[in-house]
């Protein structure tokens, strides 16, 4: 033995030579004998001997001696103490320096887990007493250790509901969790404990860990069952704990009530949790686990039709996240019967891998009350725009008799309008508490958009939200040709729409505001307001000596959000089926006949989206000013119609000298911005969430951006102007679909 070797061996912590083992020789290197399970290093000759046998090209590598330390220092007692040796063990493994040279001073560049991986297998193929010693601890651990929580709890939801889901996740990333030091699920955490290990087990060799745990499993062992034996029972185990819950998720009354093509005894999951005992009772053998394969697939379809009829019968975050339960279920009772069903050695670990990995990510999600929003809450916003879509087709126009209809319902919600400002500037001067003038402007905006929609009014500000989610809903939906064909098309109908409804409405509040300001003053001899409110109307309205453009911006999100109000009740009503409970009410059959009671049923059916929206917006455009008088804040809404409703009014009290000067003018630039920030916001805000509902590419919006613009600085009358006949409406079908290559 070299002196170099022996020097840089005495640098290590040394035992007592009591402690020593006796070496032997064999194959013309010295071999030992496995120390006491108490003793905790090796002396520097037997150190120097590990090194030479094992890196003869680099015998004083700080990894190699590390590994002998580990290897001669396996715990004989406590599970805990059994628990760290292996973290130390998964730790030495993950080091990110790769063992190279250690035999031939060049060796081919391989990955880090790959070299230390093939370094421990090369040492336990060469030690027989080493790796008996590996295996009966690895023994103990797995033998102390339940994987049952692992394979059928981490990963899937607790079964306590969205809201108890959300509740327990934000407890567990808040409190301190308590030990179960006897669960696979806490190990899997503490060996791995970031979310991108899961990326270096996806790096390892299958071979190579069969060829690892075959050596370690090795002939039967008197003392331990095989490490592999522990593990399958655990995970056939899982197969029958999934059973029942995904069973009892998919047998509930609103999952039977939106898939009425099966039958209760037809249903799969009363199969499921029979063809599950088939395999406990058979030890997984080959034809049972297809025939849980093939009932599986069966689950999955009435899933599919579940989901397909949601749109017919509504949806809850509840029901989304039963589903969502029962796909993940079924999708780990696949991932263990291929584990279970994979041929012994490479096959099986690479199915094994697959599923540890899968857990892994799952495990780190289980803490993310995010991932949980995302997984959940995208259908249930994909099916509030999708009504929130459907109201804002109403408000497309394609011919020019619908345009000119359009006009007409903007003139009505702008004389509407004009008496809503009114009244809203005498709200302002009742001496009331503020409860009491929040709730006095919230029943003036109530009033006034429920009138609306009882004579057919159209508002500017209320369509935005709804077109943009009309939009949203088209660009998610078809092939790209057909669908960006399609959007060529809507645009400019969407456009022109707008750009009607918001002339309706400012054409007409205008005279309605001056003529009722010209009436009060003939009946009571003074203008409706004096000099000092009309003063403050007008410095309220000016864009940057004021809060205008930010009241604007809070009021465009009020705008979205009312929208997102009316999709959700109305997908409440139909998921709580109101309008067929109201057609079938005994009452109401009794005192309308059975024609006027489904004759109610379809009005509230066609009206619930309205009437949702109409309140909530209403409630909203009251609360900033209470909301930040009581914190102190200088909260306002700024609403486009309203606000030049206000203008007009205090113009007429300062005269008409007074409309011409730099204040006015201002104030009038204020209402621009506050038309563009109420539109732009609104429309943007539910575009925005439309497009993620739908999973709608970047690139497909951003190229859709480009050819719209092209078109329109090529043809901006198709945006501002409905078509001129049905010839011109079809030409500009045609050009949009040859725009989109």
């Known amino acids: 033995m070299r002196a170099s070797n022996i020097q840089e061996g005495e640098q290590h912590t040394r035992c007592c030579p009591e402690d020593a083992p006796s070496p032997l020789e064999e194959g013309g290197h010295v071999v030992l004998s496995p120390p006491s399970p108490l003793r905790r290093a090796l002396s520097s000759r037997e150190m120097d001997a590990f090194c030479v046998q094992f890196a003869p090209s680099s015998p004083g590598h700080p990894a190699v001696r590390e590994l002998a330390q580990l290897l001669y220092s396996a715990p004989a007692d406590g599970l805990e103490a059994q628990l760290e040796w292996v973290e130390r063990f998964v730790h030495w493994l993950r080091n990110p320096r790769p063992l190279v040279g250690l035999v031939e001073p060049v060796e081919p560049e391989v990955p880090a887990a790959v070299t230390r991986l093939s370094l421990l297998v090369r040492v336990l193929e060469a030690r027989s007493p080493v790796c008996e010693l590996v295996a009966k601890r690895l023994c103990e651990v797995l033998g102390g250790l339940s994987g049952l929580k692992l394979f059928a709890q981490v990963g899937l939801p607790a079964g306590q509901g969205f809201f108890g889901e959300v509740i327990d996740r934000l407890a567990r990333r808040l409190l301190p969790s308590p030990p179960e030091h006897h669960q696979f699920s806490e190990l899997l955490l503490r060996l791995f404990p970031t979310l991108e290990d899961a990326a270096w087990l996806e790096s390892l060799p299958p071979a190579l860990l069969a060829r690892l745990f075959a050596l370690l499993e090795g002939d039967a062992r008197p003392w331990a069952r095989e490490p592999g034996a522990v593990v399958r029972a655990d995970l056939v185990d899982a197969l029958g704990l999934l059973s029942v819950q995904t069973a009892a998720l998919g047998l509930t009354e609103d999952v039977r009530d939106r898939c009425p093509e099966v039958s209760f005894r037809a249903s799969p999951f009363l199969k499921l949790r029979r063809v599950c005992e088939g395999v406990q009772a058979r030890d997984a053998a080959p034809d049972s686990l297809r025939e849980l394969g093939d009932v599986v697939e069966e689950c999955r379809q009435v899933v599919a039709i579940v989901s397909s009829h949601l749109e017919q019968y509504g949806v809850s975050v509840d029901l989304v996240y039963r589903l969502e339960r029962i796909r993940r279920s079924l999708e780990r009772m696949e991932a263990i019967a291929r584990v279970l069903g994979a041929a012994q050695g490479e096959a099986r670990w690479r199915e094994g891998l697959a599923l540890v990995t899968d857990l892994l990510r799952r495990a780190h999600a289980d803490r993310s009350v995010r991932s949980l929003l995302a997984s959940d809450v995208r259908l249930l916003a994909r099916k509030v725009i999708e009504r929130a879509g459907h109201s804002g087709e109403h408000y497309i126009t394609t011919t020019r008799a619908e345009y000119h209809r359009m006009v007409h319902a903007a ?85 022109r729409s707008q750009l009607a409804t918001a002339l309706g409405n400012m054409s007409t509040v205008l005279p309605v505001a001056v003529g009722l300001s010209m009436a009060f003053a003939w009946w009571q001899g003074l203008p409706l307001l004096n000099e000092a409110q009309a003063r403050y109307v007008v410095h309220s309205l000016h864009p940057w000596h004021s809060g205008t453009v930010l009241y604007a911006a809070l009021t465009g999100v009020l705008l979205w959000l009312s929208s997102l109000a009316a999709g959700w009740l109305e997908n409440w009503a139909v998921y709580r089926r109101l309008p067929e409970a109201l057609a079938h009410h005994r009452v109401l059959r009794r005192v309308l006949g059975e024609s006027g009671a489904r004759k109610l049923s379809d009005v509230f059916a066609h009206h619930i989206a309205g009437l949702g929206g109409n309140v909530s917006i209403g409630v909203l455009l009251a609360l900033p000013p209470v909301v930040g008088g009581f914190f102190g804040l200088p909260l306002d809404v700024r609403h486009v119609t309203l606000s030049f409703g206000q203008l007009c009014l205090a113009g007429y009290a300062l005269g008409p000298e007074a409309v011409v000067r730099p204040d006015f003018l201002a104030a009038l630039g204020g209402v621009g911005v506050t038309l563009a920030a109420n539109f732009g916001v609104s429309f943007s805000l539910a575009l925005g969430v439309a497009l993620r509902a739908r999973d709608v590419p970047l690139t497909d919006v951003l190229r859709l951006v480009r050819l719209m613009a092209a078109r329109f600085l090529r043809e901006p009358r198709s945006f501002l102007l409905p078509p001129r006949d049905e010839l011109q409406k079809t030409t500009d079908t045609a050009l949009a679909a040859r725009e989109w290559p």
């Open 411 to 495: 003139a009505g919600g702008g004389l509407i309008t004009a008496f809503t400002a009114i009244l809203k500037l005498y709200a302002a001067t009742l001496a009331l508490a503020p409860f009491f003038y929040g709730l006095a402007l919230a029943g003036t905006y109530v009033a006034s958009f429920l009138v609306m929609q009882a004579t057919g009014s159209a508002l500017a500000t209320k369509q935005p939200s709804m077109t943009a989610a009309t939009l949203g809903s088209a660009i998610g939906q078809g092939g790209t040709g057909g669908r960006l064909s399609h959007l060529m098309e809507l645009i400019p109908r969407i456009t």
